[in-house]
């Protein structure tokens, strides 16, 4: 039995990670017998990050070292899909995974009100006694991150303008289909919707969270994903 370590489910998501939710998505197309276990800290693991795989020979971490291994098992994310498709899916992916991600995570932990609900989620089995001075570590070091990788140097128009962009990508995708390569769900999904959905999720109305959450054809998608996709 497959062993899937995850961040618990917040703010309604399976789990707060959509790397964690995409993980866990490929493992429910891969038909083999798994499991998840949560875990609040991940800094045991391979990367010091979730999602991580437990297989029989070993803790497997990183989602895409996820794929190609429920692959190697026989898995397929792509069926059907040309190798035009293919290249345009692994463009999908990191756009998804390497900028929309860091949106999220500006969103998440630069904004002061959205800051007290993700403590409070995340942090909430710390000891009450040592929760504030923990969380606030964590975020610094999270902001600090940020910043190293661009995205905190951005106003917040900046960023919006940035994320629009991505977001017509995925529109125009979805007026030719109901997923992002066509009729059925296919792996840039898999990575796409669970960061929209993230997005959707944030306990406060950002600009980030209004945008998701107020257009029609990105939520809807969010919504196709959970009902053709159900993760218990
Ligand atoms: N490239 C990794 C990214 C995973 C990742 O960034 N996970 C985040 C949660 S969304 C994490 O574990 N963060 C904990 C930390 O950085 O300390 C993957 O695809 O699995």
Known sequence: MLTLLTFPSAFGLYSGSPFCVKAAYMLHL??????????????????GKLPVLRTPERLLADSDAIRHWLEAQGAEFDHGLSDLQRAQSRAMIRMAEEHLYFQLLMDRWSDDAVWHHLRDRFFGEVPRLIRNPVANGVRRSVLRGLRAQGMARFSAAERMERAERDFEAITTCLWHGSFLMGDR?????LSAAPMLAAMRATPVATPLQRRVAGDPILSDYIDRMDTTLPLS
């Open 30 to 47: 891969s038909g083999l017998d798994w499991r998840r276990s949560d875990l609040l800290d991940a800094r045991k693991m391979p990367h």
């Open 185 to 189: 769900p296919t792996a840039a999904d």
